[in-house]
């Protein structure tokens, strides 16, 4: 709404000048509105905001039927026709007048705002329907219909489904698998000719972050063309990738998106460490080994005390035949018998009962037992 605005301030005088014949050259007050407070520097009269244009770019501004107009007049009345369009856009850059420019301008549309009603529209909240719970509805299901009692619950169409996915694994298990040992391979080990030892893990199709990762192992001792010297030097090249204990290098790789990437680099990579450990300019001889990274773990021994001799053999089985002749010397005791005698003997040690009387030698009274 603005730019309107100005665009009509600049078209006004345009055809104020079409509508007078001769015009006479007279310099053209512009009031200037008292600056307000502000912390930067007064503008110079030499100083010009908007930059003075040359006739064809001025031409060039402007709309197809006011540069014709504009062609049509004399050299004079256009140099006086582009001051005057050059100081009105100075009044109307101005702060002041830009300022007050804007707030009618905002005062309009707030007037305008004021006087158009406001409807306000009830919310409808559409019923998102069970195949489309949470996403767009591409297929154009719609809501559910009302339950009226003639099918099961979602749980059980969950149960269902959890069935019908069981038979399908089942059919694949008893048809198309069996169909697989025709594929069956015979394994073969690795030769002497392929050192390097790739693993990786796969999730069966499912995507995994972890699926991407390949270690590579390969034995220092088992890589060709390697004298003692190179093959330290490459031992040292490794850092802590190696392991003294088992005489392998270990080495990992996450960085690319596939795991073929991953795999063709830590090629590249032992490719690039036997090239280094086959330059005879430096053997890194005066380098020491540093093996700190490995922990070494003390396993426990078997003591020699505990080890079986002959002599401690014959001791054994001396006991054992000591233990035998004592278990045939004593009597088989019977449990239940011992219980009954032991239960006999407790109910015959007990005293007889003698009644007492309960309150002396008084008549009528019972007698205590």
Known sequence: MATTVKRLCLAAPRRTYRSCQCLQ??????????????????????EDDIPRLSTEEFAST???TKRKEFEALSPEKRTEYQDLSRQLREHLSAPAVSGRLNSAIKGIERKAQSEVPIVRRPKVFIKEGLHSDGEDDVLGTGPDQPFKG??????????????????EYARIAAWEMPLLSKLAKPFTPPSAESPLRFRSTTYLGESHPAA??????????????????????????????????TD?????????????????????????M??????????????????????????????DEWLMTEERRQYLDGVRQEKKALAA??????????????????????????PVSAGGDKKGKKLRR
């Open 248 to 272: 392998i290098i270990k080495m990992s790789c996450e960085m690319f998106e596939s795991a073929a990437q991953n795999k063709r680099y830590l090629g590249d990579l032992v490719g690039t």
């Open 25 to 46: 050259t007279r310099s053209v007050a512009v009031p200037h509105a008292r600056r307000t407070f502000s912390s930067t520097l007064y503008r110079k009269e030499n």
């Open 329 to 354: 010397q004593e009597k088989v005791v019977d449990g239940v018998q011992l219980i009954e005698s032991a239960i006999t003997q407790r109910i015959s040690s007990q005293p007889e009962a003698v």
């Open 150 to 167: 003639d099918d099961i619950s979602a749980l059980g169409h969950g149960e269902l489904e959890q069935q019908r996915e069981i038979r």
């Open 212 to 245: 991407k990762k390949i270690v590579l192992e390969f034995c220092t001792s088992d890589m060709p063309d390697l004298t003692t010297v190179q093959r330290h030097k490459l031992i040292k090249l490794a850092g802590p990738r190696y392991n003294p204990q």
């Open 274 to 303: 036997l090239r280094e450990a086959r330059d005879k300019s430096d053997t890194f001889e005066d380098v020491p080994f540093d093996f700190r990274h490995v922990k070494r773990k003390e396993k426990p021994r078997f003591p």
């Open 62 to 64: 402007l709309t197809e």
